[in-house]
């Protein structure tokens, strides 16, 4: 059974940080670009940030460029998105998913494995 279990969420204050993981069994990430995505209440999901196979590139949403940091831990199959001065409009339940191709994507349609999601708070 491929899984991706996201991890980490939580009420934060503005100006606060948070570092979400994501979780991947069942299956090798071998070769897998992996992404964030987020969806705010009455909004649909959107993209937060995506990292390559071997790690050289990552790939931000304008709204999170230099606030987010996505990195990834083969060892342990994981990836990370460190959240720093968040802000209240970051408010969303947060995605991780992965796709087949090594290369960063901003389209949610090529990614083909999809975490339950963690909620994030940020209270102002």
């Known amino acids: 059974q491929v899984q991706l279990v996201e991890s980490g969420g939580g009420l934060v204050q503005a100006g606060g940080s948070l570092r979400l993981s994501c979780a991947a069994s069942?299956?090798?990430?071998?070769?897998?670009?992996m992404g964030w995505f987020r969806q705010a209440p009455g909004k649909e999901r959107e993209f937060v940030a995506s990292?390559?196979?071997?790690?050289?590139?990552?790939d931000y949403a304008d709204s999170v460029k230099g606030r987010f940091t996505i990195s990834r831990d083969k060892t342990r199959n994981t990836v990370y998105l460190q959240m720093n001065s968040l802000k209240p409009e970051d408010t969303a339940v947060y995605y991780c998913?992965?796709?087949?191709?090594?290369?960063?994507?901003?389209?949610?349609?090529?990614?083909?494995?999809w975490g339950q999601g963690t909620q994030v708070t940020v209270s102002s």
């Open positions: 998913a992965a796709r087949r191709p090594p290369d960063t994507s901003r389209m949610m349609s090529t990614y083909d494995i």
């Open positions: 069942g299956r090798t990430f071998s070769g897998s670009a």
């Open positions: 990292i390559d196979w071997a790690a050289f590139s990552a």
